[in-house]
């Protein structure tokens, strides 16, 4: 097979991918040796995926404790009202933590799923208090459009972004 052949790019492509999902701030030369390619390789395909919004951006994992902050996962269950025009046009348009910038919620995913609830926002907020007056306001803005909500407070987090927590083994109520 030629090593430029479609089948090869994309399987090297996810090689990179693994490698920075495992470690996105590891150097073009750290990937490249342990993928077995050149640096203008890595580079190159890095530059691709960027542009072709495969790699949307690149964060950093924080550790919620040492920022005084709790992390909280919302399950939300639409109504059967449709968006209307209006309400489209802003959800593509702005954060829903800019709706309500004085809780002190950052949301962190919005994912529109497949089940018993449609949608599910993960988000982290000083305590329980900001988190209630966050879905309050949540519901009364989008009051039209929730049917029910439900909110799920992170005890411990295991593995975030697929990177394993380096601090579980302190953790004494695991299991």
Not at 7 to 22: F, M, N, T, W, Y
Not at 144 to 158: A, G, Q
């Amino acid at each position: 097979m030629p090593k430029n052949s479609q089948k090869q790019i994309d399987k090297d492509e996810k090689k990179i991918l693994r490698e920075l999902q495992s470690n996105g701030k590891g150097s073009i030369d750290g990937i490249a040796k342990k993928c077995g390619f050149s640096r203008q390789k890595v580079w190159r395909l890095i530059k691709r995926l960027e542009n072709n919004k495969t790699i949307w951006g690149y964060s950093a994992i924080v550790d919620d404790e040492k920022t005084d902050v709790n992390y909280y996962t919302a399950l939300v269950k639409r109504s059967v009202n449709p968006f209307d025009a209006k309400m489209k046009n802003e959800i593509s348009k702005y954060k829903i933590d800019d709706y309500f910038p004085e809780t002190n919620v950052t949301i962190e995913d919005i994912l529109y799923v497949n089940g018993k609830y449609d949608w599910i926002i993960t988000f982290t907020a000083p305590g329980i208090k900001e988190t209630k007056i966050f879905c309050e306001k949540m519901m009364n803005k989008f009051s039209n459009y929730i049917s029910e909500y439900e909110v799920l407070e992170t005890i411990i987090p295991i593995r975030k972004k697929s990177i394993k927590n380096p601090l579980i083994k302190n953790q004494s109520l695991l299991l």
